[in-house]
């Protein structure tokens, strides 16, 4: 398996031509606008050599990335076009030469130039730059040729990037990037290593604030960033395929769809808790085994983390992270600690938070048993009366605001859809006391993870 020395890595990351694309990308932002068009023709001439300065260094960095020749021979061309006329960027030619899933080897890294927003960050179209390296176990390698394929999934981490990543994005992916026409997407990529450094820094702080006894497996995660990292590329491979099967009442993806935000709540938790059954599954079929391989014994270490890592990064990170503004991930955070609350295996006794560590398992897999149970359920409903369905299944958990139209049951039904999503509140699900209190404890180090990577963990 190909590794990358740190030292190389260091090397990559100051070498004069990767700083020379990073400063010069930089200073392009200042002069796009936000469909990444150069409108002042007074500022074109600057604009044009700094294309050339990300041209050059683009072509002197080319010979160390001999797998993604086509891609950075197409990115200069794109870039050589661009500069014509520097209206709206095109990079569709690059961007179908790119194809990182097909070589999906520990180490290897990438040089990433593309006019693209981040998600999660800004919603501007600026040329951005990523130094980008691989993350690919042998376990995950396995796990993927195995019951879990997702030939589409790239794990990767951060070597360096320009000001976009400087947030809370932890995604790069291909329908980010302007172009003339849609193609067939053939990649995703996630930050595990900003996922892990996140994980780490609010978890360490949740537990000291909720006086949390963390069992030794679990704190094993907090000390060490290689196993974080490794953990949610387990995690992520998991999830990400769930997008694509099971009973779904509407386009996984969501694109394009306006909905009430609980719908997509519950499709993010749904892909979370497949993951974790999965992950329980895993553990329990190798305990079984008679005589166990080194091998099976970390994977079965892996897969006790997974479901840890689910866990704490839903209801101490999810939960109280972003605004009160239709927040889905927010909501489904607060569902999961508010099940496993009301099952009594999450106990709030005393001023401390304790688990029922051996019922966890079983209570957390009940309810992504009752989100599947919704979902097989849908194509038998008109699509109002399967939102009334997906209602009640996180009402009857997660108290509504009192003032709720929705709660009061006071509904259009024989109006559209439209009409009942514009009655659903911004914040339909308010924190409980529990959570107002443990956000503002936690506020300054959710602000302070916006950035963080491996290395600044």
């Not at 604030?209 to 069992?215: A, E, Y």
């Not at 109002?384 to 509904?411: D, F, Q």
Request: glycine share 4%; aromatic share 10%; charged share 25%.
């Amino acid at each position: 398996m190909t590794t990358v020395a740190p030292t190389e890595v260091s090397a990559l990351t100051q070498h004069p031509a990767w700083l020379r694309i990073k400063h010069a990308a930089t200073d392009l932002q200042h002069l796009q606008s936000a469909n990444g068009a150069i409108e002042d023709p007074t500022r074109h001439d600057e604009a044009r050599q700094l294309i050339t300065a990300l041209i050059s260094g683009i072509a002197e960095l080319s010979p160390l990335f001999p797998h993604d020749s086509a891609y950075l021979d197409a990115l200069i061309n794109d870039f050589r076009r661009w500069s014509t006329d520097l209206g709206e960027p095109d990079f569709y030619d690059s961007l179908v030469s790119f194809q990182p899933q097909q070589q999906r080897i520990d180490g290897l890294t990438h040089l990433v130039v593309f006019g693209m927003y981040t998600q999660n960050g800004s919603r501007n179209r600026f040329v951005e730059a990523v130094l980008i390296q691989v993350i690919w176990p042998s376990f995950v390698a396995e796990l993927e040729a195995g019951d879990y394929s997702n030939k589409l999934f790239v794990p990767i981490r951060f070597l360096d990037f320009t000001p976009g990543y400087e947030t809370n994005s932890a995604v790069l992916f291909p329908e980010t990037v302007a172009m003339r026409q849609v193609p067939a997407f053939t990649w995703g990529a996630i930050f595990a290593d900003r996922e892990a450094a996140r994980f780490r820094r609010v978890v360490r702080a949740a537990v000291e604030v909720t006086k949390l006894d963390l069992p030794e497996l679990a704190a094993d995660l907090l000390e060490d960033q290689s196993l974080a990292e490794e953990t949610f590329v387990m995690w992520d491979l998991i999830h990400d395929r769930t997008h694509m099967r099971g009973d779904l009442p509407f386009d996984p993806f969501m694109i394009k769809q306006r909905m009430p935000y609980f719908l997509y709540s519950l499709e993010e938790l749904r892909c979370d808790l497949t993951a974790f059954r999965e992950a329980v599954s895993i553990e329990r079929r190798i305990a079984g085994l008679t005589e166990p391989s080194a091998d099976d014994l970390k994977l079965q270490q892996h897969a006790k983390l997974v479901q840890y890592c689910v866990i704490f990064d839903r209801i101490f990170r999810f939960s109280i992270t972003g605004g009160r503004v239709r927040n889905y991930d927010g909501l489904g955070g607060q569902l999961l600690f508010a099940w496993l609350h009301q099952h009594r295996v999450l106990h709030w006794t005393d001023t401390k938070l304790a688990f029922d560590w051996p019922r966890v398992p079983d209570c957390v897999n009940e309810l992504g048993a009752a989100i599947e149970h919704l979902y097989w359920r849908s194509i038998d409903r008109p699509k109002i009366s399967h939102w009334l369905a997906a209602y009640e299944l996180v009402s009857s958990t997660v108290e509504p605001h009192p003032a709720s139209t929705w709660k009061a049951g006071h509904l259009p039904l024989l109006g559209t859809p439209r009409e009942l999503t514009d009655l659903v509140m911004d914040d339909e699900f308010p924190l409980s006391m529990f959570f107002e209190a443990f956000e503002r404890k936690m506020r300054p180090v959710i602000a302070s993870t916006a950035g963080i990577t491996g290395s600044t963990a």
